[in-house]
Each structure stands twice: as C-alpha cells, then as structure tokens.
C-alpha cells in the first residue's frame, strides 16, 4: 500500500541566511537560501541589519521554494521553524512568518532546534549517501557553535562537549580579521593552508579538561604572534600568508581531532557524523578520512548545501516530528538561546 506524500515547508532564519525549503517525506523538492552580502563590509553579521533583511527576502523566498517544488501551497501538510538558538530579531521574522502561514492554511506549526537540525540533515534522503545508525557521535562546527553530541535516536541527544568561549568559526573569522583577509575568512584561510606550510609556525593549543574547546586563548596568541613578526618585518604577512594559514588551520584541526578522539574512547562509538558550516573545510574532511582509516571509524558527511544554515535541515526535523504528531502551540516563542 503506497503511503500517502507529507509536504513540509521548512524556514530557516537563525542568523543571516533566509532559507525556505520544501520536502516531501525525507526528499528535498526545493531549497532556496538568500544570503546577505552586506556583512562582509563590518567584517561580522550585524544582528539589526540581518533582521531587515530578513523581512525583505522571506516572502520571494518562500514563494521560489514553493514554485521551484512544483506544488501549491494548499498541499503543505505543515510548516517548520527555527526557534532558536540564534539573533533574536532574526529569529522573530522566520517565527512570526511560520505562525501566520500555518494559521491562514489551518495546518499544524513545527519548532526546530537549530543545533538538532545541523545534527538531522544526515536524514535527508539523497542517492548515494549513507545514513549514521544509532548511536553515533555529532561533531557540529560552525560560525557560533562548536559541540560532540551522543545521538541515541532522532529526539534523543546528550550534548558531551562543547566551547566555552569562542567557537571553531570565529577563530578562523577573527584570525582572517587579523592577517586582512575578507569575511567569512574560513573558506580564504582553508584554500591558502593548502598551499603553504602546516608546521611551519606554532600555535597554542588550549588544555580544556574533558570534552569542553576554547577557542579565544588560540585567536589572542595568533594576534601577538603576528603583531611581533610584522614590527620585525612589515612585510611579514604577505610573505608568509599561505604558511600562516596552514599553521592557522593545522592547529584548530588538531584541536578538534584530539577533543573527537577522546569522545570515541569514552563512549566507544565509532560512527561520527559533522555537520556546521566550517564542516565543508577541506582540511578537516581530509584529517576525518585519514582518522577513519587508521582508527576504524566510519565518517558520515552531508552534501555541502546541508552543512551552512539552509531551511533543508530544518524541514527534514519537521517531518520527523510531523510523524511523530510532535507540533507547537501557537503562542511558541523565539528563544535566542535554546539548548539541545
């Protein structure tokens, strides 16, 4: 017997990318994301400017969502939300937005958590691309956050380690800001790492206890190092850029693979899954490969569309949650601080 086709609309507002993507079941039909350029003259998202565009790009962008799945809106089943965590006022356009929808259309309204949703995008259906079982171990890299999750099943997941300051993205964002590279800085400091040097200069590596990363100790002796080797030399960054980055890059991998390792001897769980945005850097896939040959761990890695915000990962939350009848309340609020 042919099961009969969920549609949901997924809406992702969390920070500076409007997303709206539309699933049918576990399958993405369409996910359209909007990106803000004009952060990239503060060096850094600003929160009130992010929210403005929001509210200038969610209509035409769920619309496209919409149009490019080839259905009506009168078949959604429902729709999906971030709730947080993230910028408040941006979070508040995609939750006010997601609220009236589901009200005018009289179907049921889904809360996602941001960090399950990075953590889920593994669901999403694609040919070609294997599913972690249960249980395994989410590392989830991004701009904001930095975290290994013990995932036992979709809605149960224990958060091991996590930053205590900085996360793995601003490190790379600040460290950018600081050799003159352009924001984002990761995707920059990534191409040219794999040009120059990784141990050609040394970084400190910050002894945090148990499975917790720090990050800022690492940004602040980036900044003396090079603030001491430009007043030797003033040219001393663009003679060394490529090395640097290498350096840069080689440090905060070997940061994470270590906190991972760790995570791997304590549970015993050999499947590892990565998810965030700063997941599609090259250097940590590559160290992820060569740990999965030597220590026999199977690595599982989403299409690089699901691993920066994308309303795709927070539809396929929806659906999970729309068979399990799991919908919100009307009167659901934003939370900028939402824990998993």
Not at 113 to 141: S, V
Not at 181 to 207: S, V, W
Not at 243 to 270: E, F, H, P, R
Not at 298 to 316: L, Q, V
Request: glycine letters at 8%; a neutral charge.
């Amino acid at each position: 017997m042919k099961k009969e086709n969920v549609y949901i609309l997924g809406i992702e507002s969390s920070c500076d990318d409007t997303s709206a993507a539309i699933l049918c079941n576990d399958r993405i039909l369409s996910n359209v994301v909007a990106d803000q350029k004009i952060h990239a003259e503060y060096g850094g998202v600003v929160p009130e400017l992010a929210s403005r565009a929001h509210q200038q790009n969610i209509v035409p962008v769920v619309h496209q969502a919409i149009e490019k799945a080839g259905i009506s809106k009168d078949q959604l089943n429902a729709i999906a939300f971030t709730r947080g965590p993230g910028l408040m006022g941006s979070l508040l356009v995609g939750t006010s937005f997601a609220k009236s929808l589901a009200y005018g259309l009289d179907i049921p309204l889904i809360d996602v958590n941001h960090m399950q949703a990075h953590i889920l995008a593994h669901f999403i259906e694609e040919d070609g691309h294997n599913k972690p079982p249960f249980p395994f171990l989410a590392m989830t890299i991004s701009g904001g956050h930095t975290q290994i999750v013990k995932v036992t099943n979709h809605f149960e997941m224990e958060v091991l380690g996590e930053t205590i300051d900085d996360a793995v993205g601003e490190a790379y964002d600040k460290s950018g800001k600081v050799l003159g590279l352009g924001y984002p800085a990761g995707p920059e400091i990534d191409r040219r790492a794999q040009l120059g040097n990784p141990k050609a200069f040394q970084f400190t590596k910050p002894n945090v206890d148990g499975l917790n990363f720090s990050f800022s100790g690492l940004k602040t002796n980036i900044l003396y190092f090079v603030q001491r080797k430009t007043k030797e030399n003033p040219n001393f960054i663009k003679e060394n850029l490529n090395d640097i980055c290498a350096s840069i890059q080689y440090t905060i991998i070997g940061i994470l693979m270590n906190k991972l390792k760790l995570a791997v001897k304590q549970t015993g769980i050999k499947h590892i899954a990565i998810g965030g945005g700063v997941s599609a850097n090259s250097g940590i896939r590559k160290a992820l490969k060569d740990t999965e040959q030597k220590h026999g761990w199977t690595t599982y890695i989403p299409k690089f569309e699901y691993t920066t915000d994308n309303a795709a990962m927070i539809a396929i939350v929806g659906y999970l949650k729309y068979l399990e009848k799991d919908f919100a309340d009307f009167d659901v609020m934003a939370t900028a601080r939402l824990k998993i």
